[in-house]
């Protein structure tokens, strides 16, 4: 997953979904969508904000494996405790990733060894949850 231009200066909306606006959530919804992986769709004000036992029980177990560091095309998960989980999409260096907040305003791409960052990582994650398509099952 490392065609993340088309998506660099999306205006952050909470609950946003694309194409234009997004949270950080939709955003990865929408770059693993096209790199053909499915994620589940978050519908509560509190789903919205990335609580971590949303995350825990209804995301991580069938749709993302643990790593041991990041990867190429991973997920980064970082935990700001009060404020929830905050997530994004790493690029194919494995050095960076692109998110989107209510602070950054709009999406960017930040560096992973960011002190900032490192003090709130939760985890690293790959997608696993393929989406079939009609020709793969035919």
């Given at each position: 997953m490392d065609n993340f231009d088309k998506y660099l200066g999306k205006i952050f909306e909470l609950g946003g979904?694309?194409?234009d606006a997004y949270d950080c959530y939709g955003?990865?919804?929408a770059i693993c969508k096209e790199n053909g992986?499915?994620?589940p769709e978050l519908d509560t004000p509190e789903s919205?904000?990335?609580r971590k036992q949303?995350?825990?029980n209804r995301i991580k177990g069938d749709y993302l494996e643990l790593l041991d560091g990041p990867e190429p095309g991973a997920l980064a998960v970082f935990d700001y405790r009060a404020g929830g989980l905050h997530i994004g999409v790493i690029d194919?260096?494995?050095?960076?990733f692109i998110h989107i907040?209510?602070?950054t305003k709009t999406s960017k791409i930040h560096h992973l060894n960011d002190e900032?960052?490192?003090r709130f990582v939760y985890g690293y994650y790959r997608p696993t949850n393929k989406i079939q398509r009609a020709s793969e099952t035919a």
């Amino acid at each position: 997953m490392d065609n993340f231009d088309k998506y660099l200066g999306k205006i952050f909306e909470l609950g946003g979904r694309g194409p234009d606006a997004y949270d950080c959530y939709g955003l990865v919804m929408a770059i693993c969508k096209e790199n053909g992986f499915e994620l589940p769709e978050l519908d509560t004000p509190e789903s919205v904000k990335m609580r971590k036992q949303i995350f825990d029980n209804r995301i991580k177990g069938d749709y993302l494996e643990l790593l041991d560091g990041p990867e190429p095309g991973a997920l980064a998960v970082f935990d700001y405790r009060a404020g929830g989980l905050h997530i994004g999409v790493i690029d194919g260096s494995g050095r960076r990733f692109i998110h989107i907040s209510s602070t950054t305003k709009t999406s960017k791409i930040h560096h992973l060894n960011d002190e900032y960052y490192l003090r709130f990582v939760y985890g690293y994650y790959r997608p696993t949850n393929k989406i079939q398509r009609a020709s793969e099952t035919a």
